[in-house]
């Protein structure tokens, strides 16, 4: 409960709590709402992440998050995610499942600080996997990813699904899935303006009829929230999502503020959707000072792209969700405490 503790702190203080973390641009899917593939930098190496990891330290960040790319295309990605553990940080996984299996899992299973581990996997229904992520191995990569978790670190499971025109109608049932196969779930929405550098296809000619439809399901996600359903995220969040599709203009995104993006070179941004500010790999540390007046250099851009092609992931304003409203967090928290199983999630269910 200290690390959560300290997160509260940070929180109501202003500071950063979250760096995300693309080990390697490198991937093995061509999503149609990503672009990060096309990104061109290289990975750092152990010894250079490691670095990066004290750098953050120093500023107190209490969570990175390990993402891609895909993340097991990193054959030392254990090292990795146990240098994280070795520094007193917590740490988020998220994976698109084609390479994890219960020898990659086995690897992970002393690490004690995840978070929560994630899946990738925008629908149950095979075709529309193809059409969102170019390839047609759901119902193995669904069982794979359900029998690697027996053999992983203890820790919360979940579904990452990034919510569009094509699944909107599948949230119950992946609900519903996730919930008898002891998963939890984050819906994210797919990205409506054009801009960003990790967007791929856009939706600037999203029908006004879907963005209905969208939003609305959004709103009704608040409401299962609230109500205990196995989603993952602020409730909050679930509203600022329903904004965003609707076309409303949302609150400060304190990008630099409450969160880092770390890249795979070792370049440091205030978010994910823009340009760097400082190279990790070519400074021994970083202050609070420093990254408070590199922000306040930078605000201007960071407005201009939150009004001019804002995004909504978990990220960004789920931490904003988050420090909006800690009583709701908390309350969350206490409850999903409470409820996660006696043994590693999944261990009741196969699709």
């Excluded at 399901?217 to 993952?232: D, S, V």
């Excluded at 503020?257 to 370049?267: A, I, N, V």
Aim: glycine letters at 8%.
């Amino acid at each position: 409960m200290l690390k959560e503790a300290d997160i509260i702190y940070r929180l109501l203080a202003g500071k950063p709590i979250f760096a995300g973390y693309n080990v390697t641009n490198r991937c093995t899917m061509r999503c149609a709402f990503c672009s990060v593939p096309s990104l061109p930098h290289e990975d750092m190496d152990l010894a250079a992440a490691r670095h990066a990891f004290d750098i953050l330290k120093g500023i107190g960040v209490p969570v990175i998050g390990i993402t891609g790319g895909e993340p097991f295309l990193r054959k030392d990605l254990a090292e990795l995610i146990y240098s994280v553990q070795e520094r007193g940080m917590l740490c988020t996984v998220v994976t698109n499942g084609d390479l994890f299996d219960r020898t990659r899992a086995a690897e992970l299973a002393g690490v004690r600080n995840i978070v929560h581990f994630a899946l990738s996997m925008d629908t149950l229904d095979a075709s529309v996997y193809k059409s969102l992520r170019g390839k047609s191995t759901l119902p193995a990569t669904l069982a794979r990813y359900l029998d690697a978790i027996e053999h992983g670190p203890s820790c919360p499971y979940k579904l990452n699904v990034v919510l569009g025109p094509e699944n909107v109608d599948e949230v119950d049932d992946i609900l519903l899935f996730a919930s008898t196969a002891g998963l939890y779930v984050s819906f994210i929405p797919i990205n409506i303006a054009p801009g960003g550098l990790h967007r791929g296809r856009t939706y600037d000619t999203l029908t006004p009829e879907a963005r209905q439809r969208l939003a609305a399901a959004f709103l009704r996600l608040h409401r299962l929230k609230t109500g205990g359903a196995p989603l993952w995220d602020h409730r909050g969040f679930y509203l600022l999502a329903a904004d965003y599709i609707a076309g409303r203009k949302l609150p400060d995104c304190r990008a630099g503020q409450l969160f880092l993006d770390l890249r795979s070179d070792g370049k440091l941004a205030f978010c994910n959707e823009m340009e760097h500010f400082v190279d990790l790999t070519r400074v021994e540390s970083l202050s609070l000072g420093q990254l408070r007046r590199s922000r306040e250099a930078w605000a201007p851009r960071i407005d201009a792209c939150r009004t001019a092609s804002a995004c909504c992931y978990t990220c960004s304003y789920n931490v904003v969700a988050t420090a909006a409203n800690l009583p709701a967090y908390v309350f969350d928290f206490l409850r999903l405490k409470l409820s996660l199983p006696g043994q590693k999630a999944g261990a009741r269910a196969r699709p």
